[in-house]
């Protein structure tokens, strides 16, 4: 094996290794984190075989923090924060407190200093951001309440662990009770604490000052080169200089400096195009994240450690969730968010991980210590998609009961007065479109969309809106389907899309149903499943372009929208 090129050497087996046991995770019906979790403890130095650059990796992966979270910040605003604040601020706070005293607890039972205990208990309430990210992402939950509530409660996490970093050497003579060390006065604890804060607030207003002025004028600028490349180039150079220049400068993470780029860059009209030109490199270098994290892990902990592994465990997975339910739970938000939020905070990862190096390299923390926390994150990766997923089950029985509660449509509900009406499902860019069209023509419409803020902005122009997931077996029969003239899935995702027609062909069996496909496979798939018609978007495309080419007289092309 040549080990001229680690870098090319590391991403070949890493990433090649990370797809076979992704997809054979996949097939399995796991997570497809158990197989870059698994890649990364084969190529492992606790492993045997091939041991990748230690050094190395984990700054690949740093780079996939830095993208994913400029792409979470692009789809939230400002004011998107602000709207959350009453409930993030608080809520995280105690929720970071009390998950660090249950740490705390657990190393007094170790036979561990108070001191100890400080930071071992906050190395397990910090939630990772990737784990947490993708999450939000694969359940489609990035643009609700519940997403907005995760997000802000990750930013608040952040600029505490910021804060501990920070204050950790400066008080680490305090809490080991070392008589030999001067202990700091109150002083420099109010000194570091204000500079600590002060660098955050000056990042946060150059950022919203000259930031929210500078970014998007380059973007445009770089936009109308009519260069495809020069503008990833410029995106990406954006994301990583501004998260460099945040930690570097101002002492704050790199994933937060790229969150707050990406949410400066929101308001822009090319942040969706700035998104999508991120994708790939965003996904490929977030693998190479739970590859790093694989790489940590020594498996040796499982026979040697067990009791004080599961009991780390306990902390992470279990006290940590609960305390969050209940936290929000006292901020009178749903159950849903409550468990939504807690089950993805039921995790740990990379903050923790520098929190347990600091404190190793402080003397508050014995290797033993690291090696628990290293475990736990591993095995909490591991089990957080089943809690979530458990989670998801419970959401969808609490969902259908409060319908069930709710009794039939009373005869002024809209939905029940509504006969001869079009059913949406979804109001992306496409089903925009069409639901203008639709109203144009003044056909009754009802729109089902997941996306908190999509239903806002419907509801705010007079249309009638169902909030949930159109593939939930309770919904679909509240829709009227049987009184309905068409069912219309502008989904892009074929798999779910199939889902819904085929509950709603038993529903009504004569409903016309007409989706949309992106390839032949697809469309056949849609039509198997009981679809009247599925419009293939490229292929309208090509018709459009070759009727204007024989005939000069295009059946698509830019038309008003509202009559698409």
């Given at each position: 094996m040549p080990h001229g090129s680690p870098l090319v050497t590391i991403l070949v087996i890493g990433l090649g290794l990370a797809f076979v046991l992704g997809t054979v995770a996949s097939r399995l019906g796991c997570s497809v984190l158990v197989g870059y979790l698994l890649a990364g403890i084969i190529i492992g130095p606790f492993t045997p075989g091939f041991v990748a650059d230690q050094d190395l990796v984990p700054q690949l992966a740093e780079i996939g923090v830095i993208l994913l979270m400029f792409g979470v910040g692009l789809h939230f605003s400002v004011n998107d924060l602000v709207s959350v604040r009453a409930i993030a601020i608080p809520g995280a706070m105690v929720q970071v407190v009390l998950s660090t005293v249950c740490g705390m607890l657990l190393a007094h039972l170790l036979g561990w200093s108070w001191g100890s205990g400080v930071v071992f208990g906050m190395t397990l309430a910090i939630a990772s951001t990737v784990v947490l990210l993708r999450t939000l992402q694969e359940h489609r939950l990035m643009d609700t309440q519940r997403g907005h509530v995760a997000i802000g409660w990750l930013v608040i996490q952040d600029l505490l662990t910021v804060m501990v970093l920070v204050l950790l050497p400066v008080m680490a003579p305090l809490l080991k009770h070392d008589p030999h060390a001067a202990a700091p006065g109150a002083w420099q604890l109010v000194l570091a604490v204000a500079l600590t804060i002060g660098k955050v607030a000056a990042f946060i207003a150059l950022m919203l000052?000259?930031?929210?002025r500078l970014i998007p004028a380059m973007l445009h600028y770089v936009a109308h080169t009519g260069s495809r490349e020069l503008f990833r180039l410029c995106v990406l150079a954006i994301a990583l200089g501004v998260a460099l220049t945040a930690t570097e400068i101002f002492g704050v993470s790199f994933a937060l400096g790229a969150f707050v780029a990406g949410m400066v860059l929101s308001e822009s009209p090319l942040?969706?195009?700035?998104?999508?030109?991120?994708?790939?490199?965003?996904?490929?270098?977030?693998?190479?994240?739970?590859?790093?994290?694989?790489?940590?892990?020594?498996?040796?902990i499982l026979l040697h450690h067990p009791l004080p592994l599961l009991g780390t465990l306990a902390v992470i997975m279990g006290a940590t969730p609960v305390l969050t339910v209940v936290t929000l739970r006292l901020l009178r938000q749903p159950w849903q968010t409550a468990l939504s939020v807690g089950a993805g905070l039921a995790q740990i990862g990379e903050f923790s991980f520098i929190l347990a190096a600091l404190g190793v390299q402080s003397g508050l923390l014995v290797e033993r210590a690291r090696d628990l926390v290293l475990g736990a994150s591993i095995l909490s990766i591991l089990l957080n998609?089943?809690?979530?997923?458990?989670?998801?089950r419970v959401n969808t029985a609490l969902d259908r009961r409060a319908r069930l509660r709710s009794g039939p449509a009373a005869p002024e509900d809209p939905v029940a007065a509504l006969r001869g009406h079009a059913v949406l499902i979804g109001c992306g860019r496409v089903g925009s479109l069409v639901a203008e069209g639709l109203r144009a023509d003044h056909?009754?419409?009802?729109?089902?969309?997941?996306?908190?803020?999509?239903?806002?902005?419907?509801?705010?122009?007079?249309?009638?809106?169902?909030?949930?997931?159109?593939?939930?077996?309770?919904?679909?029969?509240?829709?009227?389907?049987?009184?309905?003239?068409?069912l219309i899935v502008a989904i892009p995702d074929a798999f779910e899309a199939g889902e819904i027609i085929q509950q709603a062909r038993g529903l009504s069996p004569e409903l016309d149903i007409v989706a949309r496909a992106h390839f032949d496979s697809a469309a056949d798939y849609l039509s198997e499943y009981g679809a009247s018609l599925v419009i293939m978007g490229e292929r309208e495309i090509a018709r459009a372009m070759l009727d204007y080419a024989t005939r000069g007289t295009p059946s698509g092309g830019r038309a008003d929208?509202?009559?698409i």
């Open positions: 000052i000259v930031g929210r942040s969706q195009h700035a998104g999508a030109e991120t994708l790939p490199l965003r996904d490929a270098f977030a693998v190479l994240f739970f590859i790093s994290v694989g790489m940590l892990f020594n498996p040796g998609p089943v809690m979530v997923a458990l989670v998801n056909v009754p419409l009802l729109v089902v969309e997941e996306a908190d803020m999509q239903v806002r902005a419907l509801r705010e122009r007079g249309i009638d809106v169902m909030l949930g997931n159109a593939a939930d077996p309770g919904l679909l029969p509240l829709l009227g389907l049987d009184r309905a003239r068409i929208p509202s009559r």
